[in-house]
Nanobody, 119 residues
Framework: QVQLVESGGGLVQAGGSLRLSCAASGRTFSSDVMGWFRQAPGKERETVAAISWSGGSASYADTVKGRFTISKDNAKNTVYLQMNRLKPEDTAVYFC????????????WGQGTQVTVSS
């Protein structure tokens, strides 16, 4: 099992920044790829960004590209999501998740952290 704990959410004004953290523990070798997802009320869950522990290659949703940056600290088993130029439509619960390269889905999830962007 991999345990994931998110932190860093909060209330921010539009145009502001927040940095989310996701600390992984447990069987972290089962987490080749880390992803950030978000879900707003009444909307489907959306993939925000993902990164590989080994190569560090990152991918982003078009809605956040150029504003959000995913990064990792292998020594701390922690993944970050730096969110800049936040918009009210970024308001959601943000989750981090982990999967192995061989998984077709993310089996490990954190509890989520609320991000609220006021206009």
């Amino acid at each position: 099992q991999v345990q994931l704990v998110e932190s860093g959410g909060g209330l921010v004004q539009a145009g502001g920044s927040l940095r989310l953290s996701c600390a992984a523990s447990g069987r972290t070798f089962s987490s080749d790829v880390m992803g950030w997802f978000r879900q707003a009320p009444g909307k489907e869950r959306e993939t925000v960004a993902a990164i590989s522990w080994s190569g560090g290659s990152a991918s982003y949703a078009d809605t956040v590209k150029g504003r959000f940056t995913i990064s990792k600290d292998n020594a701390k088993n922690t993944v970050y999501l730096q969110m800049n130029r936040l918009k009210p439509e970024d308001t959601a619960v943000y989750f981090c998740a982990a999967r192995r390269d061989t998984d077709s889905y993310f089996p490990y999830w954190g509890q989520g952290t609320q991000v609220t962007v006021s206009s």
